[in-house]
């Protein structure tokens, strides 16, 4: 166990400077990705000033529409079955007779959807990816603050203090991987932190204002600081791209869109039973069609740049494909977790073994671009893994043997 600290830690970790050399590859290097480390803000899409929408909006939006939507279409529900029949006859005829009407305000307001989508398309930084997107980034670190003072509330009897050894050995590997890629304005614009939780999850991750959470069930899961670079390095290319953004926007959007059907839903079907279930089913085809597979991409596309922002600042690109490989290993059924991967958040490990397995030609190529020094050819983190591999499937034989005796 870790040292433990009495202290919220708010230990800055980086000031980066815009200015400061870093390295400039070719811009072939990049092909695979399509992209550029270069100069961030010549392709960095900028709009016009709006006025802000609380950031509390994209956080709540999702209950916050499903209690619109069951008011309304409860309360309609009920209110026509309570009405007289002559007024029924009265309404559905106003109906008929103003029909080209109806039809006419829902196709502005389809019109008025579209209008705002297209007006929020954004050009996705580094990847270029077009993307829609609503929520400002100021509005996103005032989320990510306001999450970073409840976490560290959470978990305050459990912070590692900064004067301890693991605190400085992943202190070292963030600060590595910020200096590297201080030329991208998503890093040179933030104050960084570190905060070290002496918890057994293997578990990291990056709040968008800039807050690096790591637990130490992580640090013990990498055997190396490679291996805790690359985990890094792929977290912290969450708030360079701004997937929290895109995120919450996408699920607002959606929400935005399904109000007026989900309220229909509920005063069109017999009773609040029939309607809960179909409600159910809604969601669960939205979040398997849509909202899941979205966050997949997410994660591809941030163990992609991730990879090179390892590269450039040097860190053995690869373990990144061994990582995974060694957590597929460890899993207690590879199968089951390539077989489900449609009802998932992330990719099973296989996946991601094989796009960074893809993608490590060109990571290497870049990382000798940059000036790094040349990596071991004698040593083969896959090795490990196959070494891993044997051992787990050993010892499972040693246990089933044991169980039949």
């Not at 600060?175 to 990291?204: C, F, S």
């Not at 699920?251 to 935005?256: H, K, M, N, P, V």
């Not at 039973?273 to 409600?279: P, Q, R, S, T």
Request: proline fraction near 5%; hydrophobic fraction near 40%.
């Amino acid at each position: 166990m870790f040292a433990i600290g009495n202290s919220a830690v708010r230990h800055s970790l980086c000031s980066a400077s815009r200015n400061s050399p870093v390295c400039s590859p070719s811009k072939n290097s990049f092909y695979p990705l399509k992209t550029s480390f270069g100069n961030v803000t010549r392709s960095f899409a900028t709009s016009q000033k709006r006025a802000a929408v609380p950031p509390i909006l994209f956080v709540i939006a999702k209950p916050l529409a499903r209690i619109i939507s069951l008011v309304i279409g409860r309360g309609a529900r009920k209110w026509w079955t309570r009405l007289p029949e002559h007024k029924k006859i009265t309404f559905s005829q106003l109906y008929q007779n103003n029909k080209k009407k109806v039809y006419i305000t829902g196709g502005l307001a389809v019109g008025g959807l579209a209008l705002a989508y297209e007006s929020h398309i954004q050009e996705c930084p580094i990847t270029h990816r077009r993307r829609f997107v609503a929520l400002t980034p100021d509005q996103a670190k005032k989320i990510g603050e306001s999450n970073f003072k409840d976490i560290l509330e959470e978990h305050k009897e459990n912070i590692v203090d900064e004067t301890h050894p693991v605190y400085d050995k992943v202190a070292g590997v963030a600060n590595n991987i910020l200096k590297a890629n201080k030329d991208l304005r998503q890093i040179y614009d933030k104050t960084w932190t570190l905060t070290v939780i002496n918890d057994g999850q293997e578990n990291a991750f990056v709040l968008p204002s800039g807050n690096i959470f790591v637990f130490t069930g992580m640090i013990e899961a990498c055997e190396n600081p490679d291996e805790l670079g690359i985990v890094m390095s792929h977290e912290i290319a969450h708030v360079v791209l701004g997937h929290v953004e895109e995120k919450l926007t996408l699920t607002s959007f959606i929400q935005l869109l399904m109000l007026v059907p989900m309220a229909v839903l509920w005063a069109l079907l017999p009773n609040d039973g029939v309607a809960l279930v179909a409600n159910w089913f809604m969601d669960s085809v939205i979040d398997v069609m849509v909202e899941l597979p979205f966050s997949r991409d997410m994660e591809t596309e941030a163990d992609r740049v991730g990879l090179f922002m390892a590269a450039k600042a040097c860190i053995d690109v690869r373990e990144a494909p061994a990582f995974w490989g060694k957590m597929k290993v460890r899993s207690e059924d590879p199968l089951l977790d390539k077989e489900t991967e449609f009802s998932s958040t992330h990719p099973c490990h296989e996946t991601r073994q094989q796009t960074l397995t893809e993608m490590l030609e060109s990571a290497i190529k870049f990382r000798s671009e940059c000036g790094c020094e040349r990596l071991n050819c004698d040593y083969d983190p896959i090795k490990k893994v196959a070494a891993l591999a044997a051992f787990l499937n050993s010892r499972r034989n040693r246990m089933e043997r044991s169980r039949e005796m």
